[in-house]
């Protein structure tokens, strides 16, 4: 059985620990210009309680546009911290696995070999077990590694297609609640008969566009790691089909050799045919001595 290796799970702790960072230091810094950017009340202003922050007006407006752009945002954070932790080479094909696969070819225990793939949820097993169950014919099982190869690859894309929707709904997100700022300020100022006041009409419109700043806020970190993950897939994806490629040659079924090419076999005569078009020559009986005379 293999020994656990701690060292691999190292960079995806790594990768982790500087996403939760990032994000904490982006809610840090929002955090701090909630309180920076209030004002110091003046004589006669507004109470001193009335903040205006990114944050306050964040959370004084709570609408069904807002609980949106949060639940996306929870699910991209939890998909880009899957995502950097399921497309690690180490995960997708484990060395452990390989050399296991390769012992097994080596001691010819293919039963054993196609029930240790079947189970395997690995890149390389699952791309090699469809081909295992098409011997002894190697062009089936070469064309059904192929196959497999494709899906597996697909699945793996697939897995990570959810962040590059999420990060393209954000900005779309942010328009929308935008608009529907727009709109309600607006029509404040056409029910107050166009006498509405220039600072509430002004605290509508800033709050319509943190809509939008929340939306580029989720798109920013989901595009970004959509691309950085792609990258990642990509790379992963065509190393496993390289081994698997090669596991494959490694039980290639032995074929018959081929003639070496220049040499002919010495050609039968046929019985019937060359005979009769070259008969061999009749040698005549030599003739009698003649008589001598007496």
């Known amino acids: 059985m293999p020994r656990l290796n701690l060292s691999r799970y190292a960079t995806s702790k790594f990768r982790v620990l500087v996403l939760l960072v ?7 810094v929002m955090s701090t210009a909630s309180f920076a ?36 945002s929870v699910t991209g954070l939890s998909l880009i911290i899957q995502g950097a932790i399921k ?7 484990p060395e452990a696995t390989t050399e296991h696969i390769k012992e097994l070819i080596s001691q010819k225990q293919f039963k054993e070999l196609i029930e240790y793939t079947e189970n ?16 002894p014919s190697f062009a089936s099982m070469k064309e059904a590694m192929e196959t497999a190869l494709g899906e597996q690859t697909a699945e793996q894309f697939r897995k990570i297609e959810y962040l590059n929707i999420i990060g393209n709904l954000g900005p779309l997100l942010g328009l929308l609640g935008t608009v529907l700022g727009m709109i309600y300020a607006f029509q404040a100022v056409a029910d107050a008969g166009g006498q509405a006041d220039v600072g509430k ?23 970004a790691a ?17 081994q698997a490629e090669e596991l494959l040659l490694m039980i290639k079924p032995v074929e018959a050799k081929p003639a070496a090419p220049g040499v ?12 009769a078009a070259h008969p061999a020559p009749v040698r005549k009986a030599p003739a009698p001595p003649a008589p001598s005379a007496t």
């Open 37 to 72: 950017q209030t004002p110091a009340p003046a004589a006669g202003a507004a109470p001193a309680g009335a903040h205006h922050g990114l944050m306050d007006l964040i959370l004084s407006h709570i609408d069904g546009v807002l609980i949106t752009i949060a639940a996306l």
């Open 226 to 242: 959509f691309g950085v993950l792609r990258t990642i897939v990509d790379r992963n994806t065509v190393q496993g089909a390289l």
């Open 120 to 135: 395997d949820p690995t890149f390389v097993a699952q791309a090699l077990n469809p081909a295992l169950k098409r011997a």
């Open 22 to 28: 990032f994000m904490g230091g982006a809610l840090i």
């Open 201 to 223: 009409l002004s605290n509508g419109i800033s709050t319509a566009l943190c809509h939008t700043f929340l939306g580029l806020f989720l798109a920013v970190p989901c595009l």
């Open 264 to 275: 002919r076999a010495a050609p039968q005569p046929a019985v019937g045919s060359a005979a």
């Open 87 to 93: 497309t690690r080479k180490t995960v997708m094909m």
